[in-house]
């Protein structure tokens, strides 16, 4: 059974940064592509970042470009989602996912198998 398990959420002042994990276990991580979203409160969840298989394209919504920086270490089965200059709109539930078909999609229902979110608060 594929797991996912987010760490490394917290609180920060704005202009500060927060790395965040996703650890897989119960599956290949080495075939899954790995996408992150966030949920702010009352809204739907959002596309933030993903990366393919082998690390060779990644995929980000505008909204974060130039901040936050995906990666993968394929060997430690870890993806990584560095979040350098946050704002409070940053503030969110943040997700982890895996793509069994290796694809760095935008799109939710591309993803197979979800993690329990991980809590992002951005102060001003």
């Known amino acids: 059974q594929v797991r996912l398990v987010e760490t490394g959420g917290g609180s920060v002042q704005a202009g500060g940064s927060l790395s965040l994990h996703c650890s897989l276990s119960?599956?290949?991580?080495?075939?899954?592509?790995v996408g992150w979203f966030r949920q702010a409160p009352g809204k739907e969840r959002d596309f933030v970042a993903a990366?393919?298989?082998?690390?060779?394209?990644?995929n980000y919504a505008d909204s974060v470009k130039g901040r936050f920086t995906i990666s993968r270490d394929n060997d430690k089965n870890t993806a990584f989602l560095q979040m350098n200059s946050l704002k409070p709109e940053d503030t969110a539930v943040y997700y982890c996912?895996?793509?069994?078909?290796?694809?760095?999609?935008?799109?939710?229902?591309?993803?197979?198998?979800w993690g329990q979110g991980t809590q992002v608060t951005v102060s001003s």
């Open positions: 996912a895996a793509d069994l078909y290796g694809f760095a999609s935008d799109r939710e229902g591309q993803y197979e198998f």
């Open positions: 990366i393919t298989r082998g690390g060779d394209r990644v």
């Open positions: 119960g599956g290949t991580f080495g075939r899954c592509a």
